[in-house]
């Protein structure tokens, strides 16, 4: 980490997929600010001893599992639900979970898997947390929605009518793209929205860049063996990948800001069709057809 932050022992934190890869260094990092950390994933056995690690290594007893399939809109109001019963505040949530090129299959809820995993179960988690945010937000000190994009949303289409990639020929890395881009599109209307209404509630959205963890298990053999032999040198670790994620969790440099495309630390521009406000508005409305929320309309939901 390029900086030292200070510690925020009073501040609770939700990691998604902070089970493995740049997941599990977020929470690490986040627990070693003393932060209340909850750990969300669909992986119980993993989970108990990446929890053991993060305590015995941060000395914070503060880190504990939730399960939550992303897969499985069931299993993040159940999630949800159980949180909500701990009474206790949500200051940073930082939507990581992700899977990439798997091959065509579909999550409980019958999504495409990059869609439903990577982007609508994030966009459900969101919307049912926002309560909690908003109430945890404070002047000076605001809440924060951390969402991790990637550079493939630069070559990322959006088919609006077709979400599900389900006529023509389905590519895994183009349904990839097309999630972490609708994550970027996600964030920006949340910003817009969480603006408006005056909350102290701030959304940004993080690109790792290229980092060496078990994501590229379902690339192509020649790309895992690439990583496997040079990895080191052009990969970053995950600690190094976590890096731009913590800063936009906790750098005071960002309190009340959001909206931001964040890279090593920097704004950067996303691609230009993410500033489109319309189209932002228009995956909203089709985000929440799909979760099942209750209204297309954001003031229904964000109220
Ligand atoms: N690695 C890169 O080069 C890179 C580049 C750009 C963006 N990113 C993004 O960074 C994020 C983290 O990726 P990573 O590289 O750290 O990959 P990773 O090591 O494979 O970690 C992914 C995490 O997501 C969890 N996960 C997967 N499916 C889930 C589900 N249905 N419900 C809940 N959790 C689920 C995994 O849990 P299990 O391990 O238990 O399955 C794991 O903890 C992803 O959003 C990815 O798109 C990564």
């Excluded at 190094?240 to 309190?255: I, M």
Aim: positive net charge.
């Amino acid at each position: 980490m390029n900086r030292v932050f200070c510690r925020q022992p009073d501040r609770v934190a939700i990691v998604t997929g902070g089970t493995d890869g740049i997941g599990f260094a977020t929470a690490k990092y986040l627990a070693r600010l003393g932060m209340h950390v909850i750990i969300a994933g669909n992986n119980d056995a993993k989970a108990q001893e990446v929890i053991c690690k993060i305590r015995e290594e941060t000395l914070n007893s503060k880190v504990e599992f939730l399960y939550c399939d992303l897969g499985s809109m069931a299993s993040i109001r159940q999630f949800v639900h159980k949180f909500k019963m701990k009474n206790v505040p949500l200051h940073v949530l930082v939507n990581n979970a992700g899977v990439m090129m798997v091959p065509q299959r579909q999550t409980k809820d019958g999504f495409e898997e990059h869609l439903g995993v990577n982007y609508l179960g994030h966009f459900l988690l969101t919307n049912l947390l926002l309560d909690t945010l908003k109430e945890s937000g404070s002047p000076g000190c605001s809440a924060r929605v951390v969402t991790v994009s990637s550079a493939t949303h630069y070559v990322g289409e959006l088919n609006l009518d077709d979400l599900q990639d389900s006529r023509g020929c389905y590519s895994p890395h183009g349904a990839y793209a097309q999630s972490k881009l609708a994550l970027v599109l996600f964030t920006y209307r949340l910003q817009r929205l969480l603006a408006a209404q005056g909350s102290h509630v701030t959304a940004n959205v993080v690109d790792p860049g290229v980092v060496n963890t078990d994501l590229y298990r379902h690339v192509f053999w020649g790309t895992r063996l690439v990583k496997r032999v040079l990895g080191w040198l052009l990969f970053k670790t995950p600690e190094e990948g976590a890096w731009t994620t913590v800063y936009a969790a906790v750098t005071p440099d960002l309190e009340g800001v959001g909206g931001r495309y964040l890279y090593n630390e920097k704004e950067t521009r996303s691609l230009q069709v993410t500033y489109d406000q319309k189209l932002q508005q228009q995956l909203w409305a089709t985000s929440c057809q799909l979760t099942g929320l209750p209204d297309g309309s954001p003031g229904a939901i964000l109220r």
